[in-house]
Antibody
Framework: QVQLVESGGGVVQPGRSLRLSCAAS????????MHWVRQAPAKGLEWVAF????????DYADSVKGRFTISRDKSTNTLYLQMNSLRVEDTAVYYC???????????????WGQGTMVTVSS | DIQMTQSPSSLSASVGDRVTITCQAS??????LNWYQHKPGKAPKVLIY???NLETGVPSRFTGSGSGTDFTFTISSLQPEDVATYYC?????????FGGGTKVEIK
């Protein structure tokens, strides 16, 4: 079945780095754009980053621009989020998610991973 | 950036009640508006896409309407399993933005 499985979360000190992974299965990964969305404790959902199906286009929320990098590997059907210079306010559950339709890279997100928790604390 | 203003932030209603949530965009997003249900410890789930289209498998008591800047989400008859936080989200332009959420509880 269609599935997204995140990994790589954990506890990290401010200023350090962490890389999240999202393993995709059950669909044609290379034909879909992909996104990361996060939810800080007791806060709402926040879109974080976008990458086009072929990796040529990327965009980020202002809150992470210059610190986070989204990438993808079509050979392993894996999405990544490299997070550098982490801040306490980056503490959140991070979800990878896909748009529902191939032709709409910003489409409603129909499949989500289970989320991976990132805690930034000294 | 497109700001999404959702109200109310929380509500409490009885089983069987009609529940309505509104979402206003800071600029015209035509019908690029989606609604999600989010339960604690679970992944968000899309219920309505493109303002009024019911996602496959979602019960028909959930409906959405609106276009331009003003949108409405309705649960026609609230059920115990509907306890969750609901979010609107615009998919017109990057950065994609969510409303602040509406926490729905049973009275």
């Amino acid at each position: 079945q269609v599935q997204l499985v995140e990994s790589g979360g954990g506890v990290v000190q401010p200023g350090r780095s962490l890389r999240l992974s999202c393993a995709a299965s059950g669909f044609s990964f290379s034909t879909y754009a992909m996104h990361w969305v996060r939810q800080a404790p007791a806060k709402g959902l926040e879109w974080v980053a976008f990458i086009s199906n072929d990796g040529s286009n990327k965009d980020y929320a202002d809150s992470v621009k210059g610190r986070f990098t989204i990438s993808r590997d079509k050979s392993t059907n894996t999405l990544y989020l490299q997070m550098n210079s982490l801040r306490v306010e980056d503490t959140a559950v991070y979800y990878c998610t896909k748009p529902g339709r191939v032709a709409r890279p910003y489409d409603a997100f129909d499949i989500w991973g289970q989320g991976t928790m990132v805690t930034v604390s000294s | 950036d497109i700001q999404m203003t959702q109200s109310p932030s929380s509500l409490s209603a009885s089983v069987g009640d009609r529940v309505t949530i509104t979402c206003q965009a800071s600029q015209d997003i035509t019908n690029y508006l989606n609604w999600y249900q989010h339960k604690p410890g679970k992944a968000p789930k899309v219920l309505i896409y493109d303002a009024s289209n019911l996602e496959t498998g979602v019960p028909s008591r959930f409906t959405g309407s609106g276009s331009g800047t003003d949108f409405t989400f309705t649960i026609s008859s609230l059920q115990p399993e509907d306890v969750a936080t609901y979010y609107c989200q615009q998919s017109a332009n990057l950065p994609l933005t969510f409303g602040g959420g509406t926490k729905v509880e049973i009275k």
